[in-house]
Nanobody, 124 residues
Framework: QVQLIDSGGGLVQAGGSLRLSCGAA????????MGWFRQAPGKERDVVAA????????YYADSVEGRFTISRDQTKNRVYLEMNSLKPEDTAVYYC?????????????????WGQGTQVTVSS
């Protein structure tokens, strides 16, 4: 069992930036494809971004392409989501997740470990 701990959420004004961080207690995330997902009130949880094991391949949802950047630091055993030019519609609970898939995937059913979520609120 891999326990993911995501953090870095908060309240920010539109146009601002936040960086989310995800780590694993007692485990390494380097052997997993990692993803960030979000769930806004009254909506289903959707993928935001994903990164493969090596960090050389990434995926972004159309709604965040060009504004968000997913990255991983193997030496620190962490995965990050840099969020810039935030919009009120980015308001959601953000979750990091880990998939044992060797290839990049953005399907939720491929992810078997999930963080507890961190709230991001963007005010207009």
């Amino acid at each position: 069992q891999v326990q993911l701990i995501d953090s870095g959420g908060g309240l920010v004004q539109a146009g601002g930036s936040l960086r989310l961080s995800c780590g694993a207690a007692g485990h390494t995330v380097s052997s997993y494809t990692m993803g960030w997902f979000r769930q806004a009130p009254g909506k289903e949880r959707d993928v935001v971004a994903a990164i493969n094991r090596s960090g050389r391949s990434t995926y972004y949802a159309d709604s965040v392409e060009g504004r968000f950047t997913i990255s991983r630091d193997q030496t620190k055993n962490r995965v990050y989501l840099e969020m810039n030019s935030l919009k009120p519609e980015d308001t959601a609970v953000y979750y990091c997740a880990a998939s044992p898939k060797a290839v990049l995937t953005y399907y939720q059913y491929d992810y078997i470990y999930w963080g507890q979520g961190t709230q991001v609120t963007v005010s207009s």
